[in-house]
């Protein structure tokens, strides 16, 4: 700030000098003591901070005979959010009044006087600008360390009787909420706020007091979103640039930054959104115009996800997965995430499920491998109920003698909440339990696109929160609501409210599948959806299995990786080695043979650097990879243009087979680029078996097969599904254009 307004003043003595033709002095120490004792103010609750903002500023001051700018009026301690009313709301809640509670809590609470400190900043209706970055705490963090000052910024109230805080009355803020909040109010009418702060708060539930508050007032006047692109290394956070004036404004205007390139923005051509059509309850889906009517238009003309279902929700919750989440090495036995590899346990198989993670549940299918959960619980109706010591000890004891052989573990569990005279083998959150093993929707956590699977059956156990699930009333139901949900239709509007993580990911939450639209249908419609939507299960399935065939043939005793493994020289004979370079015309007479090799590496390191930034250009995030080949040629196509072309390699079509098989589920992220895709591309097996080498190249063909086979059928049920939205065409290019 200091150094923006020193630049502001220097470019105004220059117009003046042009206008006039007249050489002005341009003091800049006087300029810097002007700035720093009337322009810039600046409070945070940590004293430390304080004197090393001090510090900093001080330098900018320092000039030989003079004193130090005083900054002890400008620059304060003290808590930005609590106010003076606190005491009253202290000595509310307590029996000891706050001016006689211990002097080193009131100093961490800090309470702070904004107009008190600063009369001469509120005597002109505030700040002409705020800026900053806000803390990001969650409430349940920060009110360990300050219950009271927790308790204030959610309970305290206006003389009126309303909250001192609306964006807090969510139940589980973050604390950047507030701080947006405060700096709205201390700004003057005309006057403009900027914070980069996370993004979040436009789709979460907590976010929703926010929103209102915003939509009522109309301050937020501009939105920069950098999507999932991280500005901070040292921290995962999903940031915007936001900014705010100190009245209403007609629309919100927004732009979007995912490669964090701000100089491309051009505001006069972003999106304006009215504030009459962001809505009240809902998520703010903030994009384009044109995806906003639709997106719009299907959650207003059909009714929504969870009116469709009895149930959205998560799986089981243990707190100690490393003993209750098991692996099956061979029937009967397993191991647990803390047992040497050497080690199995036998536990009795009533209470062992099949366990489906996050990266479990796919379109269409789902996986458990060896994972296996263990469920001490019996099932009473619609309840479940822990068994109790007696029963474990006569019909289950092995499971008794595993659970005490981990003891101490499971009573020290949330802080020693588990340690109990009985049920210390309980989870600690036994929710859902009675909804496992029934037929339902399984849905993954977290996934580039919606990802939903049909458990028909009740076969498996989800995990956590990183797998929900969607129950009905009948059954019959989960398959037309399989196809819906697996659409491009539901994946569009899913991809507009759900909220982004790093690398093209989203959270999937209940609060992100419950809006989703779900068409009228007729019960024939309903039909044909659910048996079109078995049947591609049918077939994903089939490919799940083809390829774990693939796979154990693949990584058996009976192949090997290559002896020599090959170089990037494999893929591009022109980019040579160090060695033929050294030989080669182009190498400069009368060198020394150490400045010959240094040359040498040189030349070899750029012809291959070459190289790379062609696939870098190419590996955008979300690009899709192909390979295909004949007995003699191997492409790899990137975003449909050619990166490789070889001819003549040995084993060609075994070496195809691997690509796709390394390619098959990668998902192109930021951090993705051709050094990693090289590693997945020269990491190559071979086998003297030929039957063996045959089989695996047959299986890579059965795969092949699969996919157009379910690419043709799924298309079949998209154009039914579109029918059920009455899509346009022009709709169905931006559904399908994503």
């Known amino acids: ?188 009418p005309e006057g403009r706020m900027g914070y980069i702060a996370p993004n979040v708060w436009m789709v979460n539930e907590y976010g929703k007091p926010l929103r209102q508050l915003i939509r009522r007032t109309r301050t937020l006047d501009r939105w920069l979103d950098f999507k999932s692109h991280q500005i901070f290394d040292e921290a995962i956070t999903y940031t ?62 059909f009714d929504r996800m969870e009116k469709s279902c009895t149930g959205i929700f998560v799986g089981i919750q243990t707190s100690l997965n490393d003993i209750f989440h098991l692996e099956e090495i061979a029937p009967g036995k397993f191991r647990n995430l803390i047992m040497p590899e050497s080690e199995l346990v036998e536990l009795e198989s009533d209470l062992i499920h099949p366990l489906v993670k996050g990266p479990g549940a796919k379109r269409y299918c789902w996986e458990t491998g060896n994972m296996r959960i263990l469920v001490p619980y019996a099932t009473n109706g619609s309840k479940a109920v822990l068994i109790p010591e007696a029963e474990l000890k006569s019909k289950y004891p092995k499971t008794w003698s595993y659970f005490s052989r981990y003891e101490s573990e499971l009573r020290e569990r949330e802080n020693g909440k588990m340690d109990l005279p009985t049920g210390w083998w309980a989870y600690n959150y036994p929710k859902n339990i009675e909804k496992q093993l029934k037929p339902r929707l399984l849905v993954a956590g977290t996934a580039p696109e919606l990802r939903v699977a049909a458990d028909f059956n009740g076969s498996v156990v989800q995990d956590d929160r990183r797998v929900f699930a969607i129950s009905v009333d009948d059954p019959s139901d989960l398959g037309f609501l399989l196809g819906l949900l697996n659409s491009p239709v539901c994946g569009y509007v899913f991809k507009r409210v759900a909220r982004p993580k790093s690398g093209g990911f989203f959270d999937i939450e209940k609060q992100f599948i419950a809006p989703l639209p779900i068409p009228d249908a007729t019960p024939e419609q309903c039909a044909e959806v659910g048996m079109r939507a078995r049947e591609l299960q049918e077939l994903h399935t089939l490919r799940r299995d083809t390829i774990a065939k693939f796979d154990q043939r693949l990584h058996s005793a009976q192949t090997a990786p290559v002896s020599l493994a090959p170089k990037e020289e494999w893929l591009w004979t022109a980019i040579g080695t160090p060695a033929t370079w050294k030989q080669s015309s182009a190498a400069p007479a009368g060198l020394s043979a150490r400045d010959l090799t240094a040359w040498t590496k040189q030349q070899h390191a750029a012809a291959l650097q070459q190289r790379h930034d062609i696939l870098d250009a190419l590996l955008q995030p979300g690009a899709s990879l192909t390979v295909t080949n004949t007995n003699d040629e191997l492409l790899l196509h990137i975003a449909g243009r050619e990166a490789l072309h070889l001819y003549d390699k040995p084993e060609t079509p075994f070496i195809a087979a691997q690509w796709r098989h390394a390619l098959r589920h990668l998902n192109v992220t930021e951090s993705f680029n051709a050094t990693r895709l090289l590693k997945h591309l020269l990491t190559l097996r071979t086998t003297t078996e030929a039957p063996l080498r045959d089989r695996i190249v047959a299986l890579d063909s059965e795969i092949t097969t699969l996919d157009q086979t379910l690419a043709t059928k799924e298309s079949e049920l998209n154009a039914i599904i579109y029918q059920l939205y009455h899509l346009t065409p022009e709709e169905i290019a931006m559904v399908e254009g994503g």
Not at 7 to 26: D, K, S
Request: aromatic share 10%; glycine share 4%; hydrophobic share 40%.
């Open 1 to 188: 700030a200091l150094n923006r307004l020193v630049e502001e003043y220097r470019w105004v003595v220059a117009e003046e000098e042009r206008i006039t033709g007249e050489r002005r002095l341009f003091d800049q120490d006087s300029i810097i003591r002007s700035i720093l004792s009337h322009n810039i103010y600046g409070v945070d609750i940590n004293q430390e901070s304080v004197e090393i903002t001090k510090l900093a500023l001080w330098l900018h001051t320092a000039a030989p005979g003079q004193p130090l700018c005083s900054l002890d009026h400008n620059i304060r301690c003290g808590n930005s959010l609590v106010g003076p009313d606190f005491a009253a709301f202290y000595n509310a809640r307590h029996s000891t009044l706050f001016a006689a509670a211990d002097p080193n809590e009131r100093e961490r609470i800090n309470a702070f006087d904004w107009h008190a400190a600063f009369p001469e900043v509120f005597s002109h209706s505030g700040f002409d600008c705020v800026i900053g970055n806000p803390p990001y705490i969650k409430l349940q963090h920060f009110r360990r360390a300050q219950a009271d000052t927790a308790a204030y910024l959610v309970e305290a109230k206006n003389p009126d009787g309303t909250p001192v805080y609306a964006s807090t009355q969510s139940g589980n803020f973050d604390m950047y909420l507030p701080f947006i909040e405060k700096g709205i109010r201390i700004l003057k």
């Open 240 to 301: 915007a640039l936001q900014f705010f004036r100190g009245s209403a404004v007609p629309a919100l205007t927004c732009a979007f930054a995912p490669d964090g390139n701000t100089a491309a923005i051009q505001w006069e051509n972003a999106v304006q959104i009215p504030y009459e059509e962001l809505p009240e309850e809902d998520a703010w889906t903030l994009a384009p115009k044109r995806e906003i009517e639709l997106v719009r238009n299907l959650v207003d003309r």
